[in-house]
């Protein structure tokens, strides 16, 4: 199995495409500043599910990489909080993100409380 093939990669990559695709419109501004961190955290979730995955055979690293998905996909939702209240994106926009960010959450969560069932010490 590859990381590729995780429910929570995939969701999470999705996501991070369609920031990306969103944030085009953001006003020029914002290129150094609210754009690149929104994308930066939505793609470190992918990249962090990666390493964790690379990581499994100790699982105390698998859970620390899963730890910092988590916590990247929290500030991603902090960024969207911003996009919305600055008129980037509107309220349905930034709530259908949520939604999937909250779901890849908790996917997140239970590869946290679940490592064994993801290889993890094996």
Request: proline letters at 2%; hydrophobic letters at 35%.
């Amino acid at each position: 199995m590859d990381f590729r093939s995780l429910i929570v990669y995939q969701k999470a990559f999705a996501l991070a495409m369609r920031i990306f695709e969103e944030s085009k419109s953001f006003p020029a501004e914002e290129r150094y500043s609210l754009t690149d961190q929104i994308r930066r955290s939505s793609r470190s979730v992918c990249a962090n599910i990666a390493e964790a995955y690379r990581k499994r055979t100790y699982p105390k690293h698998f859970v620390s990489k899963l730890s910092d998905c988590d916590a990247e996909n929290a500030e991603t939702q902090t960024w969207l909080d911003f996009a919305c209240s600055c008129k980037y994106i509107t309220e349905e926009t930034k709530n259908d993100f949520f939604d999937d960010s909250q779901e890849i959450g908790r996917l997140l969560n239970f590869m946290i409380n679940n490592p064994g069932k993801f290889g993890a010490g094996d």
